[in-house]
């Protein structure tokens, strides 16, 4: 018996040799697709992986769900949490920041110091153990230390370093390292970035720590989980009252809580990245598509004729069309996927070690995946669709007919340019532009969008230097910032500016307080400050100002959270100070940088709780040569809780924010350039293959292979250049959209875009146009002059 | 080479083109075609050449050599004292444009272009042009210089292209049949466009065509069979466009 071969049909192998020949345009569109379809899957792959490994840690973990502090509460007070309905657990834990004092290190590190059960390991908040053992409960030096704090200080069970615990400097033994679902991101007091190497979480023993800070049967930090189904706003409300007596700050769920806080920010950036960003790349793709394949059907026109005199059906004709165009759209799906699945793998594990999970679940899911090839068939098709029906819907006997020569006409324009007198390969660029609008309109859309993503990637690094600039040169101005556990009479001022190596002191305020206007109620940080304040200072914009002695300057978002404008009154609890809620009128507003924040005078402050004056933290500034004279006096000295070094705060952020800027700016160049090439060589190719009879004639006529070729290269770089001021206006609408998008309640992305990010947009945009265009020109050198004259047009 | 401004009005009778054991041979894969076998021929200044032959006699392919298209694959082939299987690509760009005009059977006029910007193509880039206007008024066109080509009849469109050839006042005007795709009364009308640039600047000129009654209006006319020069004669006298029989 015979078994037929299968054979391809004759249209589906012309499909497939098209394909071939068209191999470095398909590739230059598969490109575009594939990068829209990788930054898609790498967005929500990222987000989904980020997303997951979360939940399962926590869940693995037993991470409560509401936290709430006190300063001194009953350990008997624990049982009555317990008791509120809904609640399935707490944990009733000894919470401090302290400062430590590391062997070979000068400058004092801090740490947030968290109690261990007396009995085993915590119910809630487990630690995943990394290294080494759990501290003996007799044992009073034994701890367990942060495992990215350890590998930054390069710390093995038995080393030891020493801490300033309530006043009295004490000499601990690390024995283990652990990971905790409560320290996924972990981030020192006011500081703005991770610095593992400055900041530390050690837990030690209950009994160790109630010694430590005199909280011998007391608490001063709850965890809470609930039972499934619990309504958590009544749990917090009863979890307030029975707190209220006990200095309580007002308890809060997951979504305030610092760590998960940062992680759902960073989840949702990169969701809103995959709505952004892929729909660009996808919107190219369709008028790259379409580009190519009006161009394929105008060259086939007599193929198509035949097909159709042949018998060939309208719907076959269309399909086939559709078809090449759907596998234009595979090869870019397929590159996508890839580039994108490997991208967010990598990517991921970038964030694994970035935030501390124990382990990451990295599964894409298939969701990811379908939408990637979904959206890419999608707009494939899209840019298709026009030029296939075009060609189904094309009479054979007009088919088999040459197309009519395109009609130019002498109009005003060229009235003008006559009187210009331009080279004449000057006039036929112009006459192009100007004969097909539509064609060179969508080209400068495209080169405009390539500009556009390149500005808006940028923009990210314009606007973190713009909070740098803001967050330290402007308003932080000092060197270090001490703070005490309590508010302290202004005296300590004086005792500061004597310390070694100081410069200049200055007494401020921080403090928690909630705000409420009408139902909306909003947590914040007041700071008040001196008349005069030097190193701390409210912005308005990236202008000093001072708040006024009465009411309250309030950052804009936080103002629009609370529906409040100048003049209006609000209510301020000021928790763990003062029980009963005060009046606070808004004196004015300013935009928000970092954080929402209310500035006050000092004395208006002090006023407002009916207080002496007093202050909970000093900013200093000091001499180049009194620097570890100063940082050995601080380590000795018993009241100061904390220690915030400016300057290691800015090297962290400024060092996460190069390792993070390197990478993104490398991957949106790719992106960028993918899109010129696309959109430049394609165009190029078009333009060469409607136009090789008239360039060749040109160089038969004697004009050189540059001249000619500036035909090609000309148009490209008209249209290019005048993309771009439509790309610098496109990317700063979108910067201007991210920027709103992602800037959460942490910090405001300033909408800053320095001239030097437009001219980079630019560069590398003309450049990939030029570089495009170049590799089409040398077709130029290739044309057969003889054949070209022998044929009819 | 840059005496070419000499070049118009030179002295008739001298040597425009020789060749020697000239061949031309196409080879693609196995298959061996040649187009010129061993061609030995001389063109005067100031003549008007016709070369007669049926397809693939090689007459295509000796203009293509002549006017620096085409390279040849043997033999040598010289204008007036330039050696042109000498050249490389980059002076043969050079040789076309300061000395030869051609004019092909399909017009190859840049559409996106009027008449006079088609002619100030070629006036633009040569080192002694006439002005563009000049040009289209000795082809009859000086009404119709601001029409692009979709708007001129097939007949206007190769005056322009013989008005953009000739513009440069070129040594040598190289035509492929250019009344290949033109009605009689229109191709009569490119002839004596022909004849007069011939007769009034002297130039030499070259005309392949398949209408053996285009020979009349020759001074010397070359057939070519088998890529070889079959016959040349002389005309004694040379009939005017108008009086050839289609």
Redesign the interface.
Known sequence: MVIPRPQLRALDLKLLRDLRRLWAQVLAIAAVLGCGVAVLLMSLGMSDALDRSRAAYYEREAFAQVFARATRAPLGLAGELRAIPGVRDVEARVSRFVLLDLPGRVRPATAQVVSLPDAGPPRLNRLVLRSGRWPEPGRWDEVIVDAPFAAAQGYRPGDRFAANLGGARRELTVVGTALSPEFVYTIGPGAMMPDPSGHAVIWMPRRAAEAAFDMTGAFDDAVIALRRGADEASVIAAIDRLLAPYGATGAHGRDRQISHAFLDSEIETLRVMAWILPPVFLLITAFLVNMVMARIVALERAEIGLLKAAGYSNGAVLSHYLLLAGLIASVGIALGLTVGGVLAREMAGLYARFYNFPELIFSMSWTAWALGALAGFAAAGLGATRAALGAARLPPAVAMAPPSPPRFARGAVDRLLSAVRLPQTDMMILRSVLRWPLRAGTAVLGYALGTAILVSSSFFSDSLDGIMERAFDLSNRADVVLSFPRDLPVDVIAAVRDLPGVLQAEGHVYAAVRLSHGHLTEDATIQALPPGSDLTRMLDGTRPAAPPDAGAVLTDRLAARLGVRPGEVLRAELVGLRRDPVALRVAGLVPEVMGATAYMTLSGYDRLLGRPPKISSVAVTLRADGEAAFHRAVKAAPAVGGALLLADNRRAFESTIAQNMTVMATVYVVLGSAIAIGVAYNGARIQLSERARELASLRILGLTRWEVSWVLVGEVLLLALLAQPLGWALGYGIAALMADRFSSEFYTLPLVVEPATFAFASLVSLGASVASVMLVRRRIDRLDLVAVMKTRE | MDDSSRMWADAPGAVAFRTEALCKVYETGPVRVVALDNVDLTLRMGELTVLLGASGSGK?TLL?IL?G??HASSGRVWYRELELTALGD?AL??Y???H?G?V???Y?L?????AR??V???T???PDPMPAEEALGLVGLGARM??????LSGGEQQRVAIA?AVAKRPGVLLC?EPTG?LDSRTGVQVLEVLDRVNRETGTTTVVITHNAGIRAMAHRVLRFADGRLASEEVNATRVAPSEIVW
Not at chain 2, 110 to 114: A, H, Q
Not at chain 2, 146 to 151: E, G
């Open positions: 295509s293509n006017g298209l085409d980059r760009t050079r076309r444009r300061d030869v051609f092909f059977q399909f190859n840049v559409p996106s272009l009027t910007e088609n100030r193509l070629v633009d880039i040569a601001d029409h692009f080509p979709a708007q953009r492929d795709a």
